[in-house]
């Protein structure tokens, strides 16, 4: 049993030496070496997306860490629930608006600009989307835009998927 802690303790060790070197695209949160999120079954929404959504999102504590910084235009790609439906924003630029919960509670508004991609059909609260996008800080827990295509090429590509779907 001795043994056993000890081995464990040392893979600890090398695991977390490791993690020092790691490089984050965005300098303004701490270094963090995500390649792949792969949830366990259950353990958020995320847990039955394939794996070519889920490649390349981001630890669901970067959105906490950029709410209590209050950070703006951090590229994210993560998933959460649905938690209501809101009215289309047609001031200027339309936009389908919703509230996603993500998997540590945190709850996001979405602006998907629907004079650029197509709106998500039949969206409705309880169902899991996938995103790619932009936060922006806000106080009450921030928002998520471009996630779509942008026609000029200045922001990557963002996207929402459900059930398979893609919409930019």
């Given at each position: 049993m001795r043994r056993f802690r000890t081995v464990s303790l040392l893979a600890c060790l090398a695991a977390l030496s490791c993690c020092d070197h790691a490089q984050?695209?965005?300098?303004?949160?701490?270094?963090?070496?995500?390649?792949?999120?792969?949830?366990?079954?259950?353990s958020s929404a995320s847990a039955n997306l394939p794996d070519s959504v889920t490649v390349g999102f981001v630890p669901?504590?970067?959105?906490?860490?950029?709410?209590?910084?209050?950070?703006?235009?951090?590229?994210?790609?993560?998933?959460?629930?649905?938690?209501?439906v809101l009215a289309d924003d047609n001031d200027g630029s339309?936009?389908?608006?919703?509230?996603?919960?993500?998997?540590?509670?945190?709850?996001?508004?979405?602006?998907?600009?629907?004079?650029?991609?197509?709106?998500?059909?039949?969206?409705?609260?309880?169902?899991?989307?996938?995103?790619?996008g932009i936060y922006e800080w806000n106080n009450q827990g921030g928002v998520v835009h471009w996630t779509h295509r942008d026609p000029s090429g200045n922001h990557a590509a963002g996207w929402l998927w459900r059930d398979g779907n893609i919409w930019q």
């Open positions: 984050q695209e965005d300098s303004r949160l701490p270094a963090t070496k995500v390649d792949t999120i792969l949830p366990t079954a259950g669901v504590a970067t959105f906490s860490q950029a709410l209590a910084n209050s950070l703006s235009d951090v590229p994210v790609s993560q998933s959460g629930t649905v938690t209501k339309r936009h389908q608006k919703f509230v996603l919960r993500l998997s540590n509670g945190q709850t996001l508004l979405f602006a998907h600009n629907i004079d650029i991609a197509p709106r998500v059909p039949d969206l409705a609260v309880g169902q899991v989307v996938a995103f790619k």
